[in-house]
């Protein structure tokens, strides 16, 4: 027979799985009026949603956070977080049918324009809940390529970008013109449609498939055709026995002011998601005298959407022909762990997971006692670092020497008898 408390216990755990969780600390709305108002006519106004199907209520939370981040990267004002818990979302409106009431409720008191969702959405689902809530909807896929889309500067950067939305565009066009046409009006940003449903993607919205899919043609030649020159590059410096490091990491991980650090490039650092798309490449020589070649690359995320690896696989290869490979990590970040995890996903989508890998946990400057007492435990073989104050770096020097191949040699030896 159940104890009142194991009824209670129960009884709290269903109510908990049925109900949205308010998220504490997500929003960024500014208490100064004048400022607020300000941000209003620039900015769009969104609630986040996510459903919790495993793991943890932590780990909801910071996948919540970090979408959060993401929509403010791209430019908007989070008002509010909401996490349902459900053994899986729902088919038609990705949350409860009876929760979405709930959402809607939450969208009007706070005068949002837009409901962000943490997770990809079928047509229909995107549909379902525009209907429903009468605002735009848009889910994390459409938010990261939207960053993308912002952050994107190289003719190939800009070309690849395009290709990820147009493939995310293709199934969403049936029965999504009400939707379409609602979001290339979003009230807020004031160009462009807004979140989700900028840059050189959002003028085709309304293009036909056929169109769209010549349009995709025609990427594909364009990125291929730019390929040709980076392998061809790729297989000069093989010629020249120039060996190759590549950065990768998370994105913010702090990639781009490793590279600064160790070789004085200048490239931007901004402390933002995906600020940097293109990678640079720069020459290095070590204390021995030998020379390789550092490369930055695009960061990675949680559920980075296929379509980008797809479309940015020509670049990404950049890190699979790499002689080294230096896996930067958050040390400040509150899951380094699932940062590295998903990276190596990625990593191994590419062909890029049994290269020699280096750990590099960075902004040991600003991260816990306890977390890198955790992390030196369990990543024996990692350097510790900070880019922004110089800590660890002639460590990181000697190991990337020690990793780097060492060229064949040929003697030849006169031998008196």
Request: with cysteine; proline share 3%.
């Amino acid at each position: 027979m159940r104890t009142n408390h194991e009824i209670e216990e129960q009884s709290l755990e269903l109510e908990e799985r049925h109900s949205l969780r308010r998220v504490a600390g997500l929003s960024t709305e500014l208490a100064d009026v004048t400022e607020v108002e300000y941000r209003q006519l620039r900015l769009e106004r969104v609630v986040l949603v996510g459903v919790w199907t495993t793991g943890t209520i932590i780990e909801a939370e910071n996948s919540l956070a970090e979408l959060a981040a993401l929509a403010e990267t791209a430019g908007s004002q989070v008002l509010e977080g909401l996490i349902q818990r459900r053994q899986n979302p729902d088919p038609a409106t990705f949350i409860g049918r009876g929760k979405v009431d709930e959402l809607r409720a939450a969208v009007e008191s706070t005068s949002a324009d837009t409901v962000i969702c943490d997770g990809e959405l079928s047509p229909s689902q995107l549909r379902n809940l525009e209907q429903k809530v009468k605002v735009k909807v848009i889910d994390r896929t459409a938010l990261i390529l939207d960053i993308f889309a912002q952050h994107a500067k190289s003719k190939e950067g800009k070309a690849q970008v395009e290709l990820a939305q147009l493939q995310y565009l293709v199934p969403r066009l049936r029965g999504w013109g009400e939707a379409l046409s609602r979001q290339a009006g979003g009230s807020a940003s004031g160009s462009g449609g807004g979140v989700g449903l900028r840059g050189p993607g959002e003028t085709k919205l309304e293009t036909d498939r056929r169109r769209i899919h010549t349009r995709i043609s025609k990427l594909k030649r364009d990125i291929s055709g730019m390929k040709v020159v980076r392998e061809t590059k790729r297989a000069e410096r093989k010629r020249r026995s120039v060996p190759a490091v590549a950065i990768a990491g998370y994105t913010n991980a702090g990639k781009s002011s490793l590279l600064n650090r160790l070789t004085g490039a200048g490239v931007l650092v901004e402390d933002a998601l995906f600020a940097t798309l293109d990678t640079t490449t720069r020459r290095v020589t070590t204390h021995d005298g030998r020379e390789f070649t550092l490369s930055d690359t695009v960061g990675f995320v949680r559920h980075l959407p296929h379509q980008l690896v797809e479309a940015f696989r020509s670049t990404l290869e950049e890190v699979g022909e790499a002689d080294l490979v230096l896996h930067v990590v958050d040390g400040a970040h509150p899951d380094p762990e699932e940062q590295v995890r998903a990276v190596r996903e990625v990593l191994a989508e590419v062909g890029a997971d049994r290269l020699p890998e280096l750990l590099v946990v960075n902004k040991v400057d600003v991260a816990s006692q306890e977390t890198l007492l955790r992390l030196k435990h369990d990543w024996p073989d990692a350097v510790f670092v900070s880019a922004h104050s110089g800590t660890g770096m002639d460590e990181l020097r000697e190991a990337i020497e020690a990793g780097l191949p060492r060229p064949a040699m040929e003697l030849l030896l006169r031998v008196p008898y």
